[in-house]
Each structure stands twice: as structure tokens, then as C-alpha cells.
């Protein structure tokens, strides 16, 4: 079953609270700990369960030309290289017999190995060393045994019924078949891989899927088999021999990677969470800056303006500039359409909406304040010139001027003077009117002798005379 986030409808769902009823995403979660599956419910406290990557797995039938890629990674090529061309170069007695056998075990703890792997989320193969070394031998051992109850259970049904129970059971055999491996593969136990009720369970939990995959094993199955049957009677038995085995061994891969993959797919259906092992990074402490982005992100969501809008000052006492918080109080405020509260927090509002070269929005918030409080002026002249050239670069000349109002007056003894009336000759230009614009080029020219703006006044006052725009020298480039 698909699950998605309660406040992200589009993502898949990683985490469920069964307190709640509710779905979590990864960014909803950003401190939950995915590697040890553990993780509090952000709303109730209680312990969530990990969904894995259940909710978003694509189906195995989408794969196909993956799971035929799958054997010739390095890893499962080498296994098999050695595991079919070593015993052509042993003599035939009983010591090259023991070394076929030895490696006859190893492909298939190796298969046995990839169910495992793929189930838990490995979409690349199991290394070398997994086929010759370490436990899980027993689990070939096993499937042996299964294959003798297996012959047990049919001459059994043959004895007692007859031919129509033969073929009874033989058709159950058949079908259950790939489940007896997968859970062989999965748990290394006898008891579950031929419990009829298991085999059952497993099948049904799956579905119909399980008989796409049974449907695909079985074309493949056939396929491998003419492709073999060809080699043997078409090619000579050096060539053929090899290339039959490599053949067996490749489509075998193929199969159990197909296998496990529907074990991964099916995750939550089989009662076990897995995600996707491949691309891990390294683990770093949990972020708290992002549990309160989502924190924020879900009281919104909610309709908790109030509630969020207390985490984003606490945010910001921590942090009074951090850029992120500051647009989401500016949005917020806005949207709650809270002019005291955008006054209040005026300063730090307006110089981000400067760095974020927002003339809109830096025109619309100086309309708030003037509201809350008329004939509103900013008492901080690097602020003010800041927000002008936003505002002037963007065509919003009138409320350039209205920004700089008195600057000199305001500010006799700033260093910002000198580029304030410059933005207001600038924008008095751009509304065509010359003679005031001259004015206060030449209120720059005479005040601001000491500024590096002086020596470019000349220019500015040659291009208004001829009205043109004030764009001061042309830029110079040379090498001494």
C-alpha cells in the first residue's frame, strides 16, 4: 500500500504514527534516525514506525533491464568466471570433482546471498569475497533438504492418490516454489521454507505481482534453456560446455536478484522496513535549525499561524539575521496581514527584502509602515540608501524620493549622503525632472568634496544638462 505525507501529498511517506494516523516524509522528520529506524511523532511524542523505502520503490517489472544488467557487475562476473571455467581446467577424478563441488556451493551461497542483499535495499551486488568466505553454507545445505521433501511430498501424493494427486501436488510445487527459496533466503530456516501455510502467507501478501514475477521466471527460465540447448548442439563441446554453464549461472543471478527485489518491493506487505543502501552518506548530527523548518512548515499547513509564528521568533533570537527565518516572519506577517508586527521587525524585514533585491515588496512594506505610522522615515541612512538603489534599479522612483526625504537634514554628517542624492538626482531623471535632479547634483558637488562620488559629478551634470540618463562615467579598462 502506498502511503504519503499527511503535509506533502506528492512525497512518499517514510515514517507512521499509529497515534496519530498520520504519514511523515523525510523533510517532516529531519531528525529521526533512519539507521536505527527510530523516530517521535512530532505531534503526540509517540514512537513512529519506520515505512522504509516501501512507499516508493518502482515496480520490479520496470527493472528488467536492470536485473539483466545485474551479472555483469564485476563482483557476480568474477564469481561466475571462476566458478564455471576453473573446473575445465581440473583433471576429471575425485579431487577435480571435490573442487566443482566446493565451488558449486559457493555460486549458490552466493544466489542465496543476493536475495538477502537485494531485500535489504543493495541494488548493486554482494562482493566477491561473500561467495568464499564467511557463514551460509547451511542455507544450500537446506535448500537440498527442501528438494528432497520436496521428491518425498510427490511420490508421497503418487502412491496415495495417484496420478491426479501427483500432478495436484506438483502444479502446488510449482508454484510455490520461488516463495520456498525467497523465504529460504530471507530467514535460513527449514521449517518456514516448506510450511505451506508460510508459502501461502508469503503469496498472498504479495499478490498478483508474485505472478508477474513467476510469469517472468518462467519466460526466462525458457530462455536460458533454449539458449543452452542451441550452444550444445550447434557449437563443439569446449565451447559449448563453458558457455552453458555461464549461461545457467548468469540467468540464475538474474532470477534471485529478481527475487529479492520483490521481497524489497513488498516490504511493508512481509512486516520488515528497508531502504535503499547504495548511495549512504555519512551520518551527521540531526540539524535542529531543520526540525523547526518543519515544525514551521506543518503548523502552517495546519492553519497554526499563531504557533509558527512563535517558533520563527524563536528561531531568530538565536539568530536575529538568519536569512531563511527572516523570510518566512516577512510571509508570514504579510499573509497574516500583521502591519504592528511587520513594524516591529521593520529594520531586519527591510534589509533582507534589499538583499533580495525585492522592489515590490520593499514598496508594499514601506506602505505598511506608513499606515502604522505616518510620516514613517528610517533612521538608519545605510538602510535607507540601501533600499533606494533596490528601489531605483526597479523603476520605483517616486518612493526613492520618498525614502530620502531630508536625507541631509536626517543625516547631515553621513557618509551615505553623497550616493543617497545621487539615487535621488537619478530617480528625478527618470521622471523628467532635470532641473531638480541638476539641483541635487550640485548640492553633491559642493557638500560631498571629500566622498569618491565628487570626481564623477561632472559627468552626471554634462548628461543632465543634455537630459540624458544619469549613468556617470563610462567605465575604463587598460593596463599600466
Known amino acids: 500500500m502506498k502511503h504519503y505525507c499527511h503535509y506533502h501529498p506528492n512525497t512518499a511517506a517514510k515514517w507512521h504514527c499509529n497515534g496519530c494516523q498520520q504519514d511523515y516524509c ?6 529521526a534516525d533512519t539507521h536505527r529506524r527510530h523516530g ?14 516501501a512507499t516508493q520503490v518502482e515496480p520490479f517489472w520496470n527493472r528488467i533491464p536492470a536485473f539483466f544488467r545485474y551479472p555483469f557487475h564485476s563482483d557476480p562476473l568474477m564469481v561466475v568466471g571462476i566458478c564455471t571455467f576453473v573446473p575445465l581446467l581440473l583433471d576429471r577424478n575425485l579431487v577435480g570433482f571435490a573442487v566443482w563441488l566446493i565451488l558449486l556451493l559457493a555460486l549458490l551461497k552466493y544466489t542465496y546471498a543476493v536475495i538477502r542483499h537485494t531485500a535489504e ?9 561473500t561467495a568464499f568466505t564467511g557463514s551460509g553454507f547451511i542455507v544450500v545445505l537446506l535448500q537440498v533438504v527442501v528438494f528432497f521433501l520436496i521428491g518425498g511430498l510427490l511420490y508421497s501424493a503418487g502412491m496415495v492418490g495417484g496420478w491426479a494427486l501427483w500432478l495436484v501436488a506438483l502444479a502446488f ?23 505451506p501455510a508460510h508459502l501461502i502467507s508469503l503469496i498472498s501478501r504479495i499478490g498478483w505481482p508474485y ?18 540447448e542451441f550452444a550444445m548442439n550447434h557449437l563443439s563441446p569446449m565451447v559449448a560446455q563453458p558457455l552453458s554453464g555461464f549461461i545457467g549461472s548468469t540467468f540464475m543471478l538474474i532470477f534471485f536478484h529478481m527475487m529479492g527485489y520483490l521481497l524489497f518491493q513488498y516490504q511493508e506487505e512481509l512486516g520488515f522496513a528497508s ?15 531543520l526540525r523547526i523548518d518543519a515544525d514551521i512548515d506543518m503548523n502552517l499547513k495546519d492553519g497554526n499561524y499563531e504557533r509558527a509564528l512563535s517558533l520563527i521568533k524563536s528561531g531568530l533570537k538565536s539568530d536575529p539575521n538568519h536569512p531563511q527565518r527572516l523570510g518566512q516572519l516577512y510571509r508570514l506577517l504579510v499573509a497574516m496581514n500583521d502591519d504592528r508586527e511587520l513594524y516591529q521587525a521593520h529594520p531586519r524585514l527591510l534589509q533582507w527584502l534589499a538583499d533580495q533585491r525585492d522592489a515590490e515588496g520593499l514598496a508594499d512594506f514601506l506602505q505598511r509602515l506608513e499606515k502604522v505610522e505616518p510620516g514613517f522615515r528610517l533612521d538608519d541612512p545605510a538602510l535607507a540608501v540601501a533600499c533606494a538603489r533596490v528601489l531605483n534599479h526597479y523603476g520605483q522612483h517616486r518612493e526613492v524620493l520618498r525614502v530620502l526625504q531630508d536625507f541631509h537634514k536626517r543625516f547631515p554628517d553621513s557618509e551615505a549622503l553623497a550616493p543617497a542624492y545621487l539615487l535621488v538626482a537619478q530617480s528625478l531623471a527618470q521622471l523628467g525632472q532635470w532641473e531638480k535632479a541638476t539641483a541635487f547634483l550640485t ?15 561632472a559627468t552626471y551634470l554634462e548628461q543632465a ?14 593596463a599600466e
Do not use: W
Open 465 to 478: 544638462r543634455n537630459q540624458q540618463p544619469l549613468r556617470g562615467p563610462a567605465a575604463q579598462f587598460g
Open 173 to 195: 510445487v510449482i508454484l510455490v516454489l520461488p516463495a520456498s527459496i525467497m523465504i529460504l533466503g530471507m530467514e535460513q530456516s527449514l521449517g518456514p521454507a516448506v510450511n
Open 26 to 31: 523525510l523533510a517532516c522528520m529531519p531528525d
Open 211 to 228: 505472478f508477474v514475477l513467476y510469469g517472468h521466471l518462467v519466460l526466462m527460465m525458457l530462455a536460458s534453456g533454449a539458449i543452452q
Open 40 to 53: 517521535t511523532c512530532p505531534h503526540c511524542g509517540q514512537v513512529m514506525r519506520y515505512l522504509g523505502a
Open 121 to 129: 535495499g543493495h541494488m548493486t551486488p554482494p562482493p566477491l569475497a
Open 443 to 457: 548640492f553633491i558637488q559642493k557638500r560631498c568634496t571629500g566622498h569618491s562620488l565628487h570626481a564623477s559629478i
Open 275 to 289: 531502504d535503499l543502501q547504495d548511495d549512504e552518506v555519512l551520518r551527521r548530527e540531526p540539524d535542529r535549525s
